[in-house]
């Protein structure tokens, strides 16, 4: 049990070794408390999954498949792909897995065969467990990738007697996960994710003070975002499990039933991004708006003029914080002290508790700026390893691992600005990131399958405002010459959907009779954010953001 002695809060939670290791050490206390819990509606989509799991029932399961995976041979050295959705069962097969010193390779189920078998190889799993109706839709990236695909019910296949190339590290610097995540190059990124990496996750929880403070076995964090990301897999699952608390999983966000699913399972608290309280704040009022316990949500891009409007109808503080994948929960920072700057972007001040960091705000030129002035975001651990419980590196790209942490900061590509009173606020992206619904996308990855189509001259994708998503895919095209454009944006988008995740798809395309270019023929993105402003205004603008939602069921 995680409580309050003379060792510090840090030590006590890395003193597991691992997740699996907190795992069993929080269920011996709180045994019958619940871990992992599936509101009715979701429950009845999910009818061969448990609806609450408790610490005791978890920690047995994972003994049980642990030993399973360890009697076919899988250890240091091994990953192990999952395509379980949001459902428990991903949560008990990495905790397995994590327990026999092997590691785990999540997969987006919106993912096409291009990007899943990109994944499968780069990552080189020799195994991946997907959910029966997944299974037919990956079998053929498994091939083609030589991994073995079972589901969770069928026997476990003998591990390679020779393991790949994951494993390094030992102990708390072990590898525990590899996430994906969009660079600015043509593919995402792999991030090793070591087991320090996720205790670092209850670690930064159960030592925050103010609104946002734990209450040890009665917290309850409701969140929507899919376990291919760190924020349901890490921050959330992992700030539970150190606090005793429970995860209320839901398949996606439903906005109509949102309260109503606070209320039925008991919620004390949601994780969120800038498009959950937009959304929310257009449904029409309603009893439900304030018949719920959410003591506070935790999350990052409120619009300004959302901000006080949502705590002020529904009674939830929103906290905004801070964090990438790259930082986890070494260098998260959220505003939660009484002075929150409601509106204003304040992402906290970094002399938070929990891991130490130090932050510098810079220039282009790397130089300090001056107090109030925007500067790019740098920070890293205190001590002697500035590396410290950040990701290990980019798998495969040691030049990128050094490029983002040269001069020993990281460098986040995110504009700050920082008050008299020490707290962050949030100002801008320096990355060539467009950030839709929570999904970094990188541009050149939508730009790739465009370029490579009959009729397009040449194509620059880059982000626009949009006031559910905070951004949206904006495709600007310069036709061949005579190309019928009509015929060329039906080619666009078919090819888009086929070969992208939804979400990267462009929501809208515009055309332009020549693309600005330097003196180098590069495109000068630059002279393109005036149409990326008001692209509907710009003549022979297509608007697909409705049909870009149908290809998920509307979903936004």
């Not at 990109?118 to 299974?135: D, G, K, M, N, Q």
């Not at 467009?434 to 999904?439: F, P, Q, T, V």
């Not at 397009?456 to 190309?483: I, S, T």
Request: net charge negative; charged share 20%; with cysteine.
């Amino acid at each position: 049990m995680i409580t309050p002695q003379q060792q510090s809060p840090g030590a006590r939670v890395l003193d597991a070794g691992s997740p699996a290791g907190l795992m069993q050490a929080q269920a011996d206390h709180w045994r019958d408390q619940p871990l992992l819990v599936l509101p009715a509606s979701v429950a009845a989509l999910w009818p061969d999954e448990r609806a609450i799991w408790t610490y005791e029932a978890m920690a047995q399961a994972v003994t049980a498949l642990a030993a399973r995976y360890a009697d076919a041979g899988y250890g240091p050295g091994h990953r192990v792909a999952l395509l379980l959705e949001n459902r428990p069962s991903h949560f008990l097969h990495w905790l397995a897995v994590n327990r026999c010193g092997a590691s785990v390779v999540p997969v987006n189920p919106d993912y096409r065969d291009d990007e899943r078998l990109y994944l499968l190889t780069h990552s080189e799993a020799c195994l991946i467990v997907a959910l029966p109706e997944r299974a037919a839709q990956i079998a053929t990236s498994a091939q083609e990738a030589d991994v073995v695909l079972i589901t969770p019910n069928d026997a476990l296949p003998p591990a390679p007697t020779v393991a790949k190339a994951a494993g390094r590290g030992d102990g708390l610097d072990a590898e525990c996960a590899l996430i994906y995540t969009s660079g600015t190059t043509s593919r995402p990124k792999g991030c090793i994710l070591s087991n320090r990496y996720f205790l670092n996750w209850a670690w930064w929880y159960g030592a925050q003070r103010g609104a946002i403070a734990l209450r040890p076995g009665q917290e309850r964090l409701m969140t929507p975002f899919p376990t291919f990301h760190v924020n349901a897999m890490g921050h959330s699952f992992m700030g539970m499990l150190g606090a005793g608390g429970a995860q209320i999983i839901l398949d996606r966000f439903h906005p109509r039933s949102w309260w109503q699913t606070a209320a039925e399972t008991g919620a004390t608290c949601f994780h969120y991004l800038g498009v959950i309280p937009a959304i929310l704040l257009e449904l029409p009022e309603s009893a439900d708006d304030r018949a719920h316990r959410m003591r506070f949500g935790l999350g990052g891009g409120v619009h300004p003029e959302h901000h006080a409007r949502f705590e002020t109808r529904f009674g939830v503080p929103l906290l905004e914080g801070w964090a990438m994948t790259e930082t986890g929960g070494a260098g998260t920072l959220c505003a939660c002290d009484d002075d929150r700057h409601v509106g204003s972007r304040c992402i906290g001040r970094p002399d938070r508790p929990g891991p130490a960091i130090q932050v510098r705000l810079v220039d282009d030129a790397g130089r300090a700026v001056p107090a109030g002035e925007p500067g790019e975001l740098l920070l890293r651990a205190t001590g002697d390893d500035p590396r410290r419980g950040f990701f290990s590196g980019y798998l495969k790209d040691a030049q990128a691992t050094d490029a983002a942490w040269r001069g020993g900061w990281l460098h986040t590509g995110d504009v700050m600005r920082q008050g008299s009173d020490g707290a962050l606020h949030f100002v801008d992206r320096r990355k060539n990131i467009i950030r839709r619904s929570g999904e970094n996308i990188a541009a050149v990855e939508v730009e790739t399958v465009i370029a490579g189509l009959p009729g397009v001259g040449q194509v620059a994708v880059l982000a626009m405002p949009d006031p559910l998503r905070e951004e949206e895919v904006l495709a600007v095209v310069e036709p061949a010459p005579d190309c019928d454009r009509a015929a060329l944006a039906e080619s666009v988008f078919e090819a888009c959907a086929r070969d992208l995740a939804y979400y990267k798809v462009p929501g809208v395309l515009t055309f332009v009779d020549a693309m600005p270019t330097t003196t180098t023929q590069k495109i000068r993105k630059a002279a393109l954010r005036e149409i990326a402003q008001a692209p509907i205004d710009h003549p022979g603008a297509i608007d697909w953001r409705d049909r870009k939602a149908a290809l998920r069921g509307g979903k936004p």
